[in-house]
């Protein structure tokens, strides 16, 4: 059975702190592996990774993809209260149809 | 805004009863699929429709079904509704079939059984 599971399931922080989230995965003919954040409702694209090793980048928001150990981490750096939310870790298998498998999320809460 | 509407937003209803959830895709988009998110979980797949035929199930109890329209328009119909169905319902779109890529996902619509 495909799994896709994130940790830590929450995370509190100071403005300023650097968070790593981390996704894994197990799934039959990985295609691409999507991390989104959802905020009070819709979740919103951030990035999407294909290759190992290769680093995307978005303001203080990068991300990596090993295919090796079947992973990837979501760091963000400087953080700030306006990055509290729920970020969620997609893997998308290939298929003819839609097939992806979203993670539990992780919650991260910034303080002031 | 992502460009995917969802209605209603919020929806209150007894055990027993049926209800409809309505989504209208982005522009262009042909592709459209039904998630629920219950409290604290992650959010689980449900069903693909593209072009106005079913691509692919996920999790669908039985009570549940969908269709595509011609004008690309879904609904997600709940029957027989219990309180375990309580939860946030998404529809996400996207333009190329069959390879989900970037999904654009509406507001959702929050259903509360009582």
């Known amino acids: 059975e495909d799994k896709v599971v994130q940790s830590p399931l929450s995370l509190v922080v100071h403005e300023g702190d650097t968070v790593t989230l981390n996704c894994s995965y197990e799934?039959?003919?990985?295609?691409?592996l999507l991390w989104y954040k959802q905020e009070k409702k819709a979740p919103t694209f951030l990035f999407m990774l294909t290759s190992s090793g290769i680093e995307k980048k978005s303001g203080r928001l990068s991300s990596i993809l090993d295919k090796k150990e079947l992973f990837s981490i979501l760091n963000i750096t400087a953080t700030q209260t306006g990055d509290s939310a729920i970020y969620l870790c997609a893997v998308e298998v290939w298929s003819h149809a839609n097939d992806m498998r979203f993670g539990a999320g992780t919650r991260l809460t910034v303080k002031p | 805004d992502s460009g995917v509407t969802q209605t209603p937003k919020h929806l209150i209803t007894a055990t027993g009863q049926r209800v409809t959830l309505r989504c209208s895709p982005r522009?262009?988009?042909?592709?459209v699929y039904w998630y629920q998110q219950s409290l604290d979980q992650g959010l689980q797949f449900l069903i693909q429709?593209?072009?106005?035929?079913?691509?692919a199930k996920g999790n669908i109890l039985e009570r549940f079904s969908a269709q595509q329209f011609p004008d690309l328009h879904s609904e997600l119909n709940l029957s027989s509704l219990e309180l375990g169905d309580s939860a946030l319902y998404f529809c996400a779109s996207s333009v190329v079939e069959g390879k989900a890529g970037e999904l654009f996902f509406g507001e959702g619509s929050r259903l509360t059984v009582l």
């Open positions: 522009s262009g988009d042909l592709s």
């Open positions: 799934v039959t003919n990985f295609r691409s």
């Open positions: 429709y593209y072009n106005g035929e079913e691509r």
